[in-house]
Antibody, heavy 117, light 110 residues
């Protein structure tokens, strides 16, 4: 079964760091278009960036310089490194995988990050 | 990037058709045939229902259809059912390999 499972969320103080993981099964992360999306409670979706087959990444202005997406092909896992966290970063963080050839997209159940003192 | 503009809410009766608009600019929706739509039920992860403006993933009902004209994309749901009540989000290519979501639309089935 093709699936992704996020982990690593939790409570962190403002200014702190957290690294989220997205473990893939049923496919290789290097062969899919992986992305991260977040959603604050009661709010809309916010795209955080992709990591494609060539491992290139890009981020929106809201998190540029603070968030970095990477992947470890040997662990078949994508990551979201979050630094200098702000209260406004409190949200559910989702990992997604897009398969261009199958025209199919898989989402995880999300992991919750709470930034609070 | 700014979010794409969607109506906050739409409603319709069972069996009717509704359309949700998603307005952007020539730098996002108008720049490429790369608009997606997502359905999200409360407490659940979003689900892709339309890709590449009008493509429908396997398993998604043909009652869902997408289109685009200039810088505005649209999602039409025909034959409304109670199970369609959810939040809907558009997502578009926004230049320089970035993407952007719309603010979301709450669909109420009366």
């Amino acid at each position: 079964e093709v699936q992704v499972v996020e982990s690593g969320g939790g409570l962190v103080q403002p200014g702190g760091s957290l690294k989220l993981s997205c473990a893939a099964s049923g496919f290789t992360v290097s062969g899919a278009g992986m992305s991260w999306v977040r959603q604050a409670s009661g709010k809309g979706l916010e795209w955080l960036g992709p990591i494609g087959g060539n491992a290139n990444t890009v981020h929106p202005e809201s998190v540029k310089g603070r968030f970095t997406i990477s992947r470890d092909d040997s662990k078949n896992t994508a990551f979201l490194q979050m630094n200098s966290l702000e209260i406004e970063d409190t949200a559910v963080y989702y990992c997604t995988a897009w398969f261009e050839d199958l025209k199919m997209e898989v989402w995880g159940k999300g992991t919750t990050v709470i930034v609070s003192s | 990037q700014s979010t794409l503009t969607q109506p906050a809410s739409v409603s319709g009766s069972p069996g009717q058709s509704i359309t949700i608009s998603c307005t952007g600019t020539g730098s996002d929706i108008g720049a490429a045939e790369s608009v997606s739509w997502y359905q999200q039920h409360p407490g659940k992860a979003p689900k892709l229902i339309i890709y590449h403006v009008s493509g429908r993933p396997s398993g998604v009902s043909a009652r869902f259809s997408g289109s685009k004209s200039g810088s505005t994309a649209s999602l039409t749901i025909s034959g409304l059912q109670a199970a369609d009540e959810a939040d809907y989000y558009c997502n578009s290519y926004a230049g320089s390999d970035t993407r952007v979501f719309g603010g979301g639309t709450k669909l109420t089935v009366l």
